[in-house]
């Protein structure tokens, strides 16, 4: 689905510390929580980005400044060329019907006090030029149709709806204004095995008929290889490794990497007893105070002085098709080996 | 009831578990969906859907007829009755404290006046007040809290610090001094709405301002901000539907709180003094003499309970139907 056109998001160098403060009456700042640190990436239009990192790594941060609901410390996300960061009033307003989210938990994400019909209608409220009043009810039981609901349960209300239901109504409100990028920040985590894979092919289904542009944020990898035409592996706030699904999934370079895919469970007893797991040693290390240099090296096998000092750029290296940051990438078939 | 299900969308083709997705709103035949079915091309919204709701609610219903007898009462008491309590020839001294009799339904009290007349012509000052206070103290309190509450900081910080003094005030002595400073220059009545008022809007903004920060942080306001609400639409359309539950319940029990804090000022000498007639005021002047002739405390305290029960059961039914989940 990918195509060579112009990207549709253009983000650089996104910076978001949220700042630590001591003290009551004169509030002094004594550090930060690097929870966004330097990321870059392009999207094009009809491409599926994936997001994967473990819990802490700035995956959701990172959406919120996307969606400009937190202000960035630093950076761009430049959206049709942009900068939405730096939109204020009517014109962040008509820069939202550009990108739009689907949100990770469908009981909490709808207003239990609203209809579906009002749900799904509240973008045309919003942005009243959508669609003429007399047109808003017939829109969304076409948006209702469009996610595999019934229309006639326009007047339900979101309780009387299935987890997989819900997060389909959530689907339809971000359908509704036609954006160009949709952020799917864990849209299936909450649900089901079972239903997971239905909204994941209601969203594919999606990409193929409006030509949508997603960032896909999850935790399990083997949903983001699913959907993505490229992941970004995200650890402590940076992207450690970028690249087509097939090159990360395949030939991952970075140890990090390696060892998340080395994690992904197994269907198969035979394959599972020979493939190499690795652990990794102790846990991530606070984003209040990174350790210097690679973010990784604390954690890492391969670490040598080098990491300490240095801090690896995302670029391609030798030996690998993609961007990785780490001094000694190399590429190593984790899933298949044994 | 043939509605078509959810799988008839387009979503069938992708895949056969679709079945797990099936419909999990109640099963078709009940009343509830019959009445969805046959409305289904009209919009619904929330306060339509309460509307319908309560219609068919027999506590509301009862409730309601109670507080429309007591306004006419209030408006037209000589409806109820042909003596006038202000004309100081139906009573008679001889005859205080005399039990229900005819002519005298609810029998006379301590200075041998008709102590049912006087209770009918003391429920437009009780109601007017205890409805008015409610009325006054939920909006102060209401607006501020949804304000303060979803703003947060510093207007936040500067708004519960000035509830605290007054909830630092004893309540009926800031009224006695709001009203005794005031008295003369406005009607007594007034007087003692804006007292009651000035000192009851904190307790409603705590509640309401507890109840939006609650309701502000939930996932459902994010996606509202990312379509671009702006902040009247957020606090009006989203957070207070999701915060009138409580401030609804205690306003309601508060109405009763207020007229009899009526009772209280008029016993100190400011707000409704004889020979101007309120529950309250009866309540306090029957008071003394309770163990010898209980019935004149007995009525009004009777109406007065009545009165709150009444509103609380209005409140009650409409919490109840503002939230779709008890539908």
């Not at chain 1, 009517?90 to 994400?109: A, C, F, H, W």
């Not at chain 1, 092919?201 to 008929?209: F, I, S, T």
């Not at chain 2, 509450?149 to 007054?166: H, K, M, P, Q, W």
Request: proline share 6%; charged share 20%.
């Amino acid at each position: 689905m990918a195509s060579g056109s112009e990207p549709v998001l253009e983000v650089r160098d996104l910076v978001k510390h949220f700042p630590l403060t001591q003290g009551i009456l004169y509030k002094k700042q004594i550090g930060a929580i690097k929870a966004v640190d330097g990321v870059s990436f392009d999207l094009r239009k009809g491409e599926t980005l994936g997001i994967v990192g473990e819990s802490g790594c700035g995956k959701s941060t990172l959406a919120k400044v996307l969606m400009a609901l937190e202000q960035p410390t630093s950076g761009s996300v430049r959206i049709g060329g942009r900068d939405i960061s730096k939109a204020r009033g009517g014109e962040l307003k008509r820069m939202r019907r550009n990108i739009q989210m689907v949100m990770q938990d469908p009981y909490t994400s709808l207003n239990p006090r609203m209809t579906v019909g009002d749900i799904i209608g509240e973008p045309f409220e919003i942005h009243t030029d959508v669609a003429p009043k007399g047109d808003r009810r017939k829109k969304v039981q076409e948006l209702l149709e469009v996610v595999g609901l019934n229309p006639d349960h326009i007047n339900r209300y979101p309780h009387q709806f299935s987890g997989g239901q819900r997060q389909r109504i959530g689907i339809a409100r971000g359908l509704a204004l036609q954006p160009e990028v949709i952020v799917c920040d864990e849209p299936v985590s909450a649900l089901d095995v079972s239903i997971q894979a239905q909204v994941i092919n209601l969203l594919g289904r999606l990409q193929d008929e409006f030509g949508l542009a997603y960032i896909f944020i999850a935790h399990d990898l083997s949903v983001v290889r699913h959907i993505s035409d490229r992941v970004g592996v995200m650890y402590l706030g940076k992207f450690v490794e970028l690249g087509k699904d097939a090159e990360i999934y395949d030939r991952p370079a970075h140890p990090y990497t390696q060892a998340l895919l080395s994690a992904v469970p197994v269907p198969d007893p035979e394959g599972r007893e020979q493939r190499e797991r690795i652990i990794l040693q102790g846990d991530p290390p606070s984003p209040a105070n990174p350790p210097s240099g690679c973010r990784f090296r604390t954690r890492c096998w391969k670490a040598q002085e080098i990491c300490a000092k240095e801090e690896p750029l995302l670029q391609i290296r030798p030996g690998t098709a993609h961007m990785s940051a780490c001094h000694f990438a190399e590429t190593h078939d984790v899933v298949h080996a044994g | 009831m043939s509605n078509p299900t959810p799988l008839d969308g387009p979503g069938l083709e992708e895949g056969k578990t679709m079945v797990a997705d099936a419909p999990a709103a109640p099963a078709p035949g009940r009343e509830g969906r019959r009445r969805h079915a046959k409305k289904e091309a009209k919009p619904a919204s929330l306060w339509t859907d309460a509307w319908h709701d309560l219609r068919r609610r027999p506590m509301f219903i009862i409730s309601v007829i109670i507080i429309l007898i007591l306004l006419v009462m209030a408006v037209w008491p000589s409806l109820f009755t042909s003596i006038d309590p202000f004309d100081a020839r139906t009573c008679d001294l001889s005859a205080a404290r005399q039990g229900p009799g005819p002519g005298h339904l609810f029998g006379r009290d301590n200075l041998g006046c008709d102590l049912y007349a006087r209770t009918i012509y003391g429920a437009r000052n009780s109601i007017v007040i205890g409805v008015l206070t409610t009325v006054l103290t939920a909006i102060i309190g209401g607006l501020f809290g949804i304000f303060a509450g979803y703003r947060g900081g510093a207007i936040d910080t500067l708004a519960s610090r000035i509830t605290e003094v007054f909830f630092a005030i004893p309540s009926v002595l800031g009224a006695l001094l709001i009203a005794s400073t005031l008295r003369g220059k406005y009607n007594s009545i007034l007087l003692v709405i804006l007292a009651l008022s000035v000192l009851g809007w904190p307790m409603v903004y705590r509640i309401m301002r507890a109840a939006v920060i609650t309701a502000k942080s939930q996932d459902f306001v994010v996606a509202a901000k990312a379509l671009g609400a702006g902040s009247g639409r957020i606090m009006f359309r989203h957070l207070l539907p999701n915060s009138l539950a409580s401030v609804i319940v205690v306003a309601t029990i508060n109405l009763g709180t207020y007229i009899a804090a009526e009772a209280a000022l008029s016993f100190l000498g400011v707000g409704v003094q004889s020979p101007d007639i309120s529950w309250g005021l009866m309540i306090a002047d029957a008071r003394d003499r309770f163990i010898t002739a209980p019935l004149p405390l007995v009525f009004p305290a009777l109406f007065l309970s009545i009165t709150v029960l009444a509103f609380i059961m209005m409140g009650d039914a409409v919490r109840d139907a503002l939230d779709p989940k008890l539908r």
